[in-house]
């Protein structure tokens, strides 16, 4: 068979000798948040709910944990998850949440994690209470059209109903703000107020739009700001199915990013995201320019040894450890609120474009190798690469006696006279018909005309 | 009576003379209607290739009352010897009694229950009428309904490879590309039924017609074998009725069709098998049958595209056959039609898919490609004079001129004034 293609990755050592020795230094139960951090969370074992959710903050670390208990199949990985949540919300002021989590835990965490009517009652009080407050000094601020105030009291009110669940109404308050917004430094903070509170509710069209718009107000943007709006766009395109353009914006979040949006998004996501997307949609020369050569982005992969060992495994052609690391990272992909209906699309993508790559170079490949490289059998491949001819994605044909893909480059020359002779027919038939069609109106014109005279 | 005869006689030489015989004639019309009974001994009289004309006038009065059955057969006797002998451009001068003699002709074959007696004569009736090839006449239906009912398709094939630009009748233009559709059909030239279904199903009409409907019947099977698909939308130049209300006519057809994109032979079939009277009614089972097999074929090809060896076994599960033996057939029936290129090789029961021999090198390919470009040429041609003439029709310049737009002062031109509404 022809020889096979062997791109040694000069940054690969390199990487390796940093993801190795990073893992190495952690021990297993993690206490401190620094060695958690260090630690890769999102990997291929078992999901460290504890640290996972260290990652985020407010209501999304919330939601977070809920996604996880619906839809883990360990009973125990389910109760940590809900105990974790109990814990927040009672941190918290948001009872309608509380309420649900405690009906999913159903007593099963004893005595302690069940329902505080009590709790629930004061914090509605209070909360009663301080939107009336909010409420009067709105009023007094309206009355007196000093406009800072208002923005400022529509902010309150935003915070207020976002820290008790009623996200319509908190984003209609953020909306509200942008009459009064005097500066851009405004501007752009009722933009991020807004973004969150949309991607909470699930409306990515909303974020677009207003990533958009805080982009128009450059002079207020720092970078932490800007990689947050990357961030925030990448994740209404990811949601839109929109692969390539999430990867390229995930791509450009710098560090400076930091655990500053803890609130949406993680660092590790980032990484994960941006570099299953751009496997799944860049073809090799984006990929190897703005993902394996992209300094910045490294740092985000450091955080997810496994990503970054399936991208370079992908692009140095050795798709059997490729394809397992993704297997491995499956289970816990899907347990992420943002990826998990993505899941599917991005491996089987990730897959073709394994196939495609694989035969592009060869005029004729055994299919027995191929199917070792791949660990699957040669009926499943032959089916798999019927697929991808049937749709033009391979140029080729399977020589099913001998198991051999033979490529096959059409034939320029006779595809073109073939085409030439058709055209000429259907120009032949269709000039004729239309000349046929002019007469008959001609006909039935001249009846009507005469008729009329 | 002896007198017309007598100037019939007479007047027969010049083409002069023959116009004045025509306006006498037209003058004692009623007088030989009234005398019909009385007429068929002056026929003898008379000689069909001198004085056609009076010939024709005499035979359709004659023929106008009803026929008895002795009469009969010595009338399609005459009538045959007349069309045979007639002057081509003395009939032209009465078309219309010409053709009700030849309907009259037909229907009188059809009693008779003897098309076949009628095919000759009527083809010889059209080219004497035609003023052109390109001409089509009333009786051009007729021939190809002969044709059809006494089942002797290959004559009609001489009518059907001219082009027709010239129409008298937009209702005999239906029928004859109707009737030729299903002549063609007979003989399996697809490519042909579906030209000439498609125009009847996109011609201008302002109602929808039964002879429209049955035609989109019969197109929706022909392109599914032809092409294996079939457009859901008519084009854009079909009539406004034809589109919205051709397809809630035809309504199972349109749904075999739908069936048959999805690829399931076994859907197909049970459709076919639910709706089997419905199409039986229509006189169209036996098409439906052939677009069902022609499904398998469309499989078959789609396996060309992706494999260059194939077991019989494999293609019997891909395409859904019963059997390698089966597969086999299919498969050898589509090498002998030229559907694909092929070798079976029995003893491993392998098949191996070839590329298409033509290389394009070919004298004759030359040729095939040098007489393709000339008609096209022919026929662009036309189109440019069409567009000229059109251009300069008053009807056309007075529409046209009414609508202009106009910017300004530099713009009032061409146009005469007079039609300036």
């Not at chain 1, 089987?348 to 060869?362: E, V, W």
């Not at chain 1, 002779?421 to 002019?438: I, K, P, S, Y």
């Not at chain 2, 063609?184 to 030209?195: C, D, M, W």
């Amino acid at each position: 068979m022809d020889g096979e293609d062997d791109i040694s990755n000069p940054h690969m050592e390199e990487m390796c000798a940093n993801g190795i020795g990073g893992v190495e230094d952690a021990p297993s139960s993690s206490t401190s948040t620094t060695e958690r951090k260090n630690r890769p969370i999102i990997s291929g074992e078992q999901l460290d709910i504890e640290a996972y959710t260290g990652l985020y903050s407010g209501r999304t670390k919330i939601t977070r944990l809920i996604f996880i208990a619906n839809h883990c199949d360990s009973t125990s990985m389910q109760l940590e998850a809900l105990r974790i949540a109990y814990d927040e919300l009672k941190k918290g002021e948001n009872t309608q949440l509380f309420r649900e989590v405690v009906q999913k835990i159903d007593g099963r965490l004893g005595p302690n994690y069940s329902m505080d009517a009590a709790w629930c009652a004061t914090v509605d009080g209070k909360a009663e209470q301080k939107k009336e407050k909010l409420e009067s000094e709105l009023n007094a601020y309206r009355t007196n059209l000093i406009k800072e105030s208002i923005r400022m009291g529509y902010n309150d009110f935003g915070d207020f109903y976002y820290a008790h669940g009623a996200l319509g109404d908190a984003f209609k308050s953020y909306a509200r703000t942008r009459d009064y917004c005097t500066t851009s430094k405004h501007i752009i903070q009722m933009c991020l107020s807004a973004i969150l509170v949309s991607i909470e509710m699930c409306q990515f069209t909303h974020v677009t739009s207003y990533v958009s718009k805080a982009e128009q107000t450059p002079e207020a943007l720092d970078p932490p700001t800007t990689s947050k709006l990357h961030c925030a766009a990448g994740l209404a395109h990811l949601e839109a199915k929109k692969y390539k353009l999430a990867a390229r914006k995930f791509l450009e979040v710098g560090p400076e990013l930091g655990n500053s949006y803890s609130e949406v998004i993680a660092p590790q996501d980032v990484a994960t995201y941006g570099g299953l997307c751009a496997l799944a949609s860049f073809d090799r020369t984006e990929l190897k320019n703005k993902v394996i050569d992209n300094i910045n982005f490294r740092n985000f992969l450091e955080l997810v040894p496994e990503v970054r060992e399936l991208i370079n495994d992908f692009y140095s052609s050795h798709y059997a450890s490729c394809l397992e690391y993704l297997g491995n990272l499956k289970s816990n992909l899907m347990l992420d609120i943002h990826i998990h209906d993505h899941v599917e699309t991005l491996y089987d993508q990730i897959r073709s474009k394994a196939l495609i790559q694989y035969t592009h170079p060869f005029v004729s490949v055994d299919m027995r190798m191929m199917a070792d490289a791949f660990k699957t059998s040669v009926a499943g491949l032959e089916k798999e690469l019927e697929s991808l001819i049937a749709e033009n994605q391979i140029q080729a044909r399977i020589d099913s006696h001998n198991k051999i893909l033979y490529a096959r480059h059409a034939d320029q020359r006779n595809a073109t006279f073939q085409r030439v002779l058709q055209t000429g027919n259907e120009f032949d038939l269709d000039v004729r018909a239309m000349l046929l069609r002019a007469n008959l109106l001609k006909h039935e014109y001249n009846l009507r005309a005469s008729r009329k005279i | 009576m002896e007198a017309l005869v007598t100037q019939i006689q007479g007047l027969s030489g010049t083409a002069s003379d023959v116009l004045s015989l025509q306006n006498l004639l037209k003058q004692a019309d009623d007088s030989l209607h009234a005398e019909s009974t009385r007429l068929p001994p002056f026929l003898d009289q008379l000689d069909p290739s001198k004085h056609s004309l009076g010939y024709l006038y005499f035979l359709e009065a004659c023929t106008a009352g009803p026929v008895t059955q002795e009469q009969a057969s010595s009338f399609l006797l005459t009538i045959a010897r007349f069309i045979s002998s007639c002057v081509a451009e003395q009939i032209r001068l009465a078309p219309d009694k010409f053709i009700c003699v030849c309907k009259r002709f037909k229907d009188q074959v059809l009693l008779l229950e003897e098309p076949l007696r009628g095919v000759a004569p009527m083809l010889t009736a059209i080219r004497k009428l035609q003023l052109s090839s390109e001409h089509l006449t009333a009786l051009h239906p007729e021939f190809l309904l002969l044709c059809l009912l006494s089942k002797c398709y290959k004559t009609a094939l001489s009518i059907l490879e001219e082009d027709i630009f010239e129409v008298d009748q937009p209702r005999d233009l239906f029928l004859f590309c109707y009737y030729g559709g299903m002549i063609s059909i007979g003989q399996k030239q697809f490519r042909k039924a579906l030209e000439l279904l498609h125009n009847v199903v996109t011609a201008p009409m302002s109602t929808v017609n039964a002879i429209a409907v049955e035609a989109f019947k019969k197109y929706i099977l022909v392109s599914l074998i032809h092409h294996g698909q079939f457009p859901t939308n008519l084009p854009k130049y079909a009539s406004s009725g034809a589109q919205r209300n051709l397809k809630n006519l035809c309504q199972p057809y349109v749904e075999l069709a739908s069936s048959y994109s999805n690829g399931k032979i076994a859907d197909l079939e049970t459709y076919v098998e639910a709706n089997k009277d419905k199409f039986e009614s229509d006189n169209n089972l036996g098409l439906v049958k052939q677009a069902v097999s022609s499904m398998y074929k469309r499989n078959i090809q789609r396996l060309t595209q992706t494999y260059l060896t194939l077991s019989l076994q494999d293609i019997a599960n891909r395409v859904q056959l019963n059997s390698p033996k089966e597969a086999e057939m299919h498969v050898l029936q589509m090498i002998k039609d030229g559907e694909i290129y092929a070798t079976i090789n029995q003893k491993d029961g392998m098949v191996r898919f070839l590329e298409d021999p033509e290389q394009y090198k070919t004298c004759e390919m030359i040729e095939r490609i040098d007489s393709s470009i000339q008609r096209l040429m022919t026929v662009s041609k036309k189109l440019n004079v069409m567009d000229e003439l059109m251009s300069c029709d008053p009807l056309y310049l007075a529409k046209a001129g009414r609508e202009r737009q106009r910017f300004d002062f530099d713009d009032f031109d061409n146009v005469p004034q007079r039609y300036n509404i």
